[in-house]
């Protein structure tokens, strides 16, 4: 039996199996990790500059192919994956341009002295655990920034978008940089919490849930490891008094829905006016109600799967216990049943031969303390309306 089995949300058939890496294989992509980190902290910023541009350039090739595997494996609307790759290779463009600048000597004026340097430098082996909402922008953030100043990564990337952590592996193998100086391996938890400890990992990141972010957090500091956190939220968007409230709608709209409402900034609160809450309220449920989800192949689609079953499943809990504790549904809240009008056509034969993930934009209002929508991060294409007047 897999370890790692990748299944299309849009369809719930499977796409691919894989195997964990054995912790003697583990070692020794560390080991190689750190040997390649030695030399490469050595080079000169404007050779990582043209190494970061040939990653770019490389990216671009694979352009499609990723993107298509990235909506594939998570649901991701195709056409904002394609946008997505975009993004990651102008963050190679701009790092390479301004990295030169940015990691250069500062020279100071130190009193009683004859001059004070701050130097910037590399401290080795980095090891990321990235989620799978943004299967390649997470990676080039924390990578490309990394190896620009020095270091060398380790990528974890989330098990349902596996392919994809392997894929960009290939495409920083076939740019100028040494292979040795990124390397994707599948490992479990377990496994993961060794590797925080090893001796020649030298910083820890993650981006994700709250929960998993205090777990590593607790392992990095028993490590005595730097570590970066990104992890979940409750955005709040206000709107007030002034508003233009078409422009507030079409971009409230945007902020909660964007990515299959998958996005850990995205605003997850709105809070109105009095003032403005009845024909705010009217005119973004007729919005949500508007948004059509379907293959996330198709140009014409408003929305994605969400990426997981069981993510769907656990957002649909979240939405029924919030309305159990005096929530209300103003449009969207129930799970598809894969033959309704939920489902446009051109995915209706694909819905029949497996389990897909969709869920409908939703609008929850009189959300309090106590619920999970007020309580918790809800991770989907769902708002929470909390209060009628500015708090």
Not at 34 to 45: D, I, M
Not at 170 to 178: A, G, Q, R, V
Not at 264 to 289: G, N
Request: net charge negative; hydrophobic share 35%.
């Amino acid at each position: 039996m897999a370890d790692i089995t990748t299944i299309n949300p849009a369809t719930g058939e499977d796409i691919k199996e894989y195997s964990y890496m054995s912790n003697d294989e583990v070692n020794k992509i560390v080991e190689a990790s750190h040997q390649a980190f030695l030399e490469w902290r050595k080079t000169s910023h404007e050779e990582r500059a043209k190494v970061i541009n040939s990653i770019g350039e490389t990216l671009m090739k694979y352009k499609e192919e990723l993107s298509k595997l990235m909506t594939e494996e998570r649901g991701k609307l195709y056409n904002q994956s394609l946008s997505e790759v975009d993004l990651c290779k102008a963050i190679c463009d701009y790092t390479a341009e301004k990295g030169v600048t940015a990691l250069a000597d500062d020279e100071r004026d130190v009193e009683g002295m004859k001059k004070g340097i701050v130097t910037y430098q590399p401290i080795g082996v980095i090891y990321g655990m990235q989620p799978w909402n943004f299967p390649a922008y997470q990676v080039f953030r924390y990578t490309i920034a990394n190896l620009m100043a020095g270091n060398s990564i380790l990528l974890k990337h989330a098990a349902n978008v596996t392919g994809s952590g392997l894929l960009i592996e290939k495409i920083f193998h076939e740019s100028d940089l040494p292979n040795d100086l990124f390397r994707t391996i599948l490992i479990d938890h377990d496994q993961s919490e060794v590797l925080i400890g090893h001796d020649k990992v030298r910083g820890v990141t993650l981006t994700g849930s709250d929960g998993a972010g205090s777990i590593v957090g607790q392992q990095a500091a028993k490590a005595i490891k730097k570590a970066v956190l990104e992890l979940g939220s409750n955005d709040a968007f206000i709107v007030l008094e002034d508003a233009d409230l078409e422009l507030a709608v079409q971009t409230c709209t945007q902020a909660r829905l964007i990515n299959n409402g998958e996005t850990c900034v995205a605003a997850k609160r709105f809070i109105v006016v009095d003032s403005l809450y009845d024909e705010f309220r009217d005119r973004i449920v007729k919005e949500f109600a508007s948004k059509k989800a379907g293959d996330p192949m198709d140009d014409s689609s408003d929305l994605g799967p969400l990426a997981r079953k069981d993510l769907q499943e656990k957002l649909h809990e979240q939405v029924e216990e919030s309305v159990n504790k005096g929530a209300t549904i103003s449009v969207g809240g129930t799970l598809p049943e894969g033959k309704g009008s939920f489902y446009p056509a051109t995915i209706l034969e694909n819905v029949k031969k497996g389990q897909p993930a969709f869920y409908p934009a939703t609008i929850l209002e009189n959300v309090k303390k106590g619920q999970p929508a007020y309580d918790d991060e809800l991770f989907g294409p769902k708002r929470q309306k909390g209060s009628t007047s500015l708090r």
